[in-house]
């Protein structure tokens, strides 16, 4: 069955590392993104992309890249981890702008 | 001003009763409309679509849109504790990336 993967699970790292955070999906979707999700601010957009070589920033890029070599994959990297950055990361993909999301299983990301 | 607005909750209903889940949005030129189901340290799993005026069955569920007074609502009927979780009002706007955005979400607690 189609599906989409985050990995790690979980991860704790220390402020200033550089952390990638990876995202695969196996349903060919042009359309990828990545959200955190915080209690009190909901589900917010990181960054996105509508297809090879697209990325896109969203609401709250600052100290996030993407990058999009393929269909399948997203990558989501921290350049400077903080501690601001503590949060559930989730990745999402659709076949295009008008159909829901499908989303992974989420990454624990803790900064300390 | 944050364009998808939910009662943040808790909702608390009886076992049976008729869960009734509220959403309003700020752009007219809003085109699909989704409700998500998220589950305490699980990803949103999306439960309804629904595009057009309205109302939407599948099963215990109903959407219901009118576009008009710019509002989306949830209704879960026969509520069980299991439809104990949070659900989140997703809409795709007319904006330039027809995004989705995402309300706060409602905490839903059905009691035995």
């Known amino acids: 069955d189609a599906e989409i993967t985050q990995s790690p699970r979980h991860k704790i790292t220390e402020t200033g590392r550089q952390v990638t955070l990876a995202c695969h999906q196996t349903?060919?979707?042009?359309?990828m993104f990545w959200y955190r999700q915080d209690l009190g601010h909901g589900l917010r957009l990181i960054h996105y992309?509508?297809?090879?070589?697209?990325?896109n920033k969203g609401e709250v890029s600052d100290g996030y890249s993407v990058s999009r070599s393929n269909t399948e994959d997203l990558p989501l990297t921290l350049e400077s981890a903080a501690s601001s950055q503590t949060s559930v990361y989730f990745c999402?993909?659709?076949?295009?702008?008008?159909?829901?999301?499908?989303f992974g299983n989420g990454t624990r990301l803790t900064v300390t | 001003q944050k364009e998808v607005e939910q009662n943040s909750g808790p909702l608390s209903v009886p076992e049976g009763a008729i869960a009734s889940l509220n959403c309003t949005y700020s752009?007219?030129?809003?085109?699909?409309f989704f409700w998500y189901r998220q589950y305490s340290g699980k990803s949103p799993e999306l439960i309804m679509s629904?595009?057009?005026?309205g109302d939407k069955e599948d099963g215990r569920f109903t959407a219901q849109l009118n576009k008009a007074s710019q509002y989306v609502s949830l209704l879960i009927r026969d509520s069980q504790p299991s439809d104990s979780a949070t659900y989140l009002c997703?809409?795709?706007?007319?904006?330039?990336?027809?995004?989705?955005?995402f309300g706060g979400g409602t905490r839903l607690m059905v009691k035995p």
């Open positions: 349903w060919n979707h042009n359309n």
């Open positions: 997703a809409v795709n706007g007319d904006n330039a990336g027809n995004m989705l955005t």
């Open positions: 999402a993909s659709s076949p295009d702008r008008r159909s829901p999301l499908h």
């Open positions: 752009d007219r030129g809003s085109q699909s």
């Open positions: 992309s509508y297809g090879v070589q697209d990325t």
């Open positions: 629904i595009y057009s005026n």
